[in-house]
């Protein structure tokens, strides 16, 4: 089992910047592949961010690509999603997750343990 925990949501003006956290326990941390995963009301959870257990294979929705930025910390167990240049359409509950590979890495399937979520809302 690995236990997720997210932190660094808020509310913050379009333009602003967020960095959100998930703590990882339980499981080897850097055995997986981490992804942060967002869902606005009304609509489906969709991809956002994944890194590979190394960081070496990282990849991002075109919606927030060179505004995010996911990193880790295997000796930290810590999974980050800086956002800069936030918009009112990033306004949404953000999770973290964890599988056990990059295959389908857009796809909550593919994910076998998810964080409870942070709220983020952007006003305009």
């Known amino acids: 089992q690995v236990q997720l925990v997210e932190s660094g949501g808020g509310s913050v003006q379009h333009g602003g910047s967020l960095r959100l956290s998930c703590a990882a326990s339980?499981?080897?941390?850097?055995?997986?592949?981490m992804g942060w995963f967002r869902q606005a009301p009304g609509k489906e959870r969709e991809f956002v961010a994944v890194?590979?257990?190394?960081?070496?294979?990282?990849y991002y929705a075109d919606s927030v690509k060179g505004r995010f930025t996911i990193s880790r910390d295997n000796g930290k167990s810590t999974v980050y999603l800086q956002m800069n240049s936030l918009k009112a359409e990033d306004t949404a509950v953000y999770y973290c997750?964890?599988?056990?590979?990059?295959?389908?890495?857009?796809?909550?399937?593919?994910?076998?343990?998810w964080g409870q979520g942070t709220q983020v809302t952007v006003s305009s």
């Open positions: 890194v590979e257990w190394i960081g070496s294979r990282i």
């Open positions: 339980g499981r080897t941390f850097s055995n997986y592949v």
């Open positions: 997750a964890a599988g056990r590979s990059i295959v389908e890495f857009t796809t909550p399937r593919a994910y076998n343990y």
